[in-house]
């Protein structure tokens, strides 16, 4: 994967309106092959304390203990359990996240 290249991307509501954020820093190991989706696997270790909620003020509102809490949990990391083809060369790939300590 070519990270410079890539973006992870999510959105929030602030005070009832979608805004746009990204996570800066992320690494994503991945082995998959459309004929062989029970041995694919993915693992994503994501930065959170590199967390871009696209203004100063947004970025203090989703790094505050309320939201991701970054200072306490400043990693994050996903391990796929599974994937599954939909059809039209589109896959979904489930597994868990814990942040801030849940998952």
Same mark, same amino acid.
């Given at each position: 994967?070519?990270?410079?290249?890539?973006?992870?991307?999510?959105?929030?509501?602030?005070? !009832?309106?979608?805004?746009? $954020?990204?996570? %800066?820093?992320?690494?994503?190991?991945?082995?998959?092959?459309?004929?062989?989706?029970?041995?694919?696997?993915?693992?994503?270790?994501?930065?959170?304390?590199?967390?871009? !909620? $696209?203004?100063?003020?947004? %970025?203090?509102?989703? &790094?505050?203990?309320?939201?991701?809490? %970054?200072?306490?949990?400043?990693?994050?990391?996903?391990? &796929? &359990? &599974?994937?599954?083809?939909?059809? !039209?060369?589109?896959?979904?790939?489930? $597994?868990?996240?814990?942040?801030? $300590?849940?998952?």
């Amino acid at each position: 994967m070519q990270t410079e290249k890539s973006a992870l991307r999510f959105v929030y509501k602030q005070m !009832g309106v979608p805004v746009d $954020g990204r996570f %800066n820093k992320f690494a994503l190991q991945l082995r998959f092959g459309p004929a062989k989706l029970g041995r694919a696997k993915a693992t994503l270790d994501l930065d959170i304390s590199a967390i871009d !909620g $696209g203004s100063d003020e947004a %970025n203090d509102d989703v &790094s505050a203990q309320a939201c991701f809490d %970054n200072t306490a949990y400043p990693q994050a990391k996903f391990e &796929s &359990s &599974s994937f599954k083809a939909l059809g !039209g060369n589109k896959y979904e790939g489930r $597994g868990k996240m814990p942040i801030k $300590g849940r998952s």
